[in-house]
């Protein structure tokens, strides 16, 4: 299961009564993305709820793809923002408090710290096929990313 599949909207109960519709919890299943980027959801949100979904279009759903936000697009940015926090040092309990204030989402932090290290893992296997390929300079460029994340 992708990490984007354990990610949360903050406050949901308080959501779904300003909707007055239901929706799942997951921040990237589809039929959240429907309500809430769609149609009248954000009209009748709240001005701080609005506010954080805005930044989180604004940050994750912003593409040209012609089945956005349906394209993956969405995903790859998520997991690329929660990789740059933590190359900048914050660990998951940190990554859960920095996604929950900038983003009104959360996430388990066992699931971000799951996450973290099936990425190290990955790194570590992408560079030793480098080694074994002769690509120096991608084995050097993978070690550095790797070594960000731990």
């Known amino acids: 299961m992708a990490i984007t599949d354990k990610i949360y909207i903050k406050n949901h109960r ?18 959240t993305l429907d309500v809430l980027f769609q149609g009248e959801g954000l009209a009748k949100l709240d001005e701080a709820s609005r506010d954080r979904v805005l930044e ?29 926090l933590r190359a900048s040092g914050l660990g998951p309990e940190a990554i859960v408090d920095a996604m929950s204030a900038d983003y009104m989402v959360y996430a388990y932090p066992g699931d971000v710290l799951s996450f973290l290290d099936n990425a190290v893992r990955t790194l570590e296997a992408a560079e030793q096929l480098a080694d074994v390929d002769g690509r120096r300079e991608m084995e050097s460029k993978i070690d550095r990313k790797r070594r960000e994340l731990t």
């Open 56 to 84: 989180f279009a604004e940050a994750f759903l912003d593409c040209d793809c012609q089945s956005n936000p349906y394209c993956g697009c969405p995903e790859e940015k998520f997991v690329a923002y929660l990789l740059e």
């Open 14 to 31: 308080q959501l779904v009564s300003q909707l007055e519709t239901s929706f799942p919890k997951s921040a990237f299943s589809g039929a």
